[in-house]
């Protein structure tokens, strides 16, 4: 759930300094970003904070916002981006977890992406208390968390590997288990990303000059994306539900005129239905037999909807004769 969005904009005149990055106060890093999200998020949400576990990936892995996450006692999970020095030994945080002892195992299925092919992994899963030293370059205290580390078998480059970092306390294999299957639903923010920024509304490629409207383009476009993530999903909803959660009733008999080419019924198809017809609609042939249609092509579908039901709302408009 999104509960607080920051507009960030590079400056261009700084591209490249890298340089400069460690003198840069913390406060005026884009890093920054995630404390600023939570500080945001504990003034809205108040005493339900306590109910929030904020999961974020590796670009989250620094110092100063796992020490505010400590202090404030706001629960989280950062997947780590490096091996930290740590207090339990000489050696770093990937050499030390490498020699845990396996807690247990975990099957999931990973999805075909691009030249990726799906397939089913089996995962062994260790954890551990671990202290974070303080980074040379930092000033501040260590961090005591809990290591939760997950990693497939076999040695390709390709084996999934999450080495995860947390302040939830973690001593048995079905605690460690439940820190995984949290992680695991934050791919669902990389899909929301792909609807919205590229391959769905494709707001990346908008070339509007004004920020107010760029910043209106991409909030209209937020809550678009959102339906085509709906309808992304509808093929693995066990049940039938209506497509009336993301269609209109003008909308889906429009749909149904233009694929089906026959009277509607009284009672609106299924969210499935919808899935096929508008990807259908937007070009798709199912070449790979897969029988699930990409992004891209559900946007055009939905887009192509649009343009015929402005063109009927314009249609009866009208009073006049042509």
């Not at 576990?53 to 981006?81: G, N, P, W």
């Not at 970092?165 to 992680?183: M, R, V």
């Not at 429009?254 to 026959?262: A, F, G």
Request: net charge positive; glycine share 6%.
């Amino acid at each position: 759930v999104y509960i607080d969005r920051l507009r960030w904009t590079r400056d261009i005149t700084t591209r490249g300094k890298r340089a400069k990055h460690a003198s840069t106060p913390y406060t005026e890093k884009e890093g920054y970003k995630w404390e600023s999200a939570s500080v945001n998020m504990s003034a809205r949400l108040g005493a339900k904070i306590d109910d929030v576990i904020s999961v974020c990936d590796r670009e989250a892995d620094i110092y100063e916002y796992l020490l505010y996450k400590l202090k404030t006692k706001q629960r989280f999970i950062v997947r780590s981006m490096q091996s930290r020095h740590i207090e339990e030994g000489q050696n770093k945080l990937y050499h030390y977890a490498s020699q845990l002892k396996s807690a247990g195992q975990k099957q999931i299925h990973i999805p075909q992406k691009g030249g990726r092919k799906a397939r089913n992994v089996t995962l062994d899963i260790v954890f551990a208390p671990v202290t974070l030293k303080v980074p040379n370059n930092k000033r501040g205290e260590s961090l005591p968390l809990y290591y939760v580390g997950c990693v497939e078998h076999g040695n390709s480059k390709e084996a999934l590997c999450w080495h995860l970092l947390t302040n939830e306390p973690i001593t048995t294999q079905a605690q460690a288990q439940k820190i995984i299957g949290y992680y695991e639903h934050r791919w669902l923010v990389e899909e929301y990303h792909k609807a919205w920024k590229s391959d769905g509304t494709n707001i990346e490629a908008s070339r509007l000059q004004s920020k107010g409207n760029v910043e209106r383009l991409v909030t209209i476009n937020a809550f678009i994306a959102v339906r085509i993530l709906q309808l992304k999903f509808a093929k693995d909803r066990p049940d039938d539900s209506s497509c009336e959660e993301v269609l209109s009733p003008k909308a889906w008999k429009l749909l149904w005129l233009k694929r089906v080419s026959k009277t509607p019924p009284d009672s609106a198809p299924s969210l499935k239905w919808a899935y096929t017809e508008l990807a259908k609609l937007g070009g798709w042939k199912d070449t790979k037999r897969t029988g699930r249609a990409s992004v891209k092509v559900i946007w055009q579908g939905w887009f192509k909807l649009q343009t015929i039901l402005e063109g009927y709302e314009l249609a009866m408009s009208l009073d006049i004769d042509l």
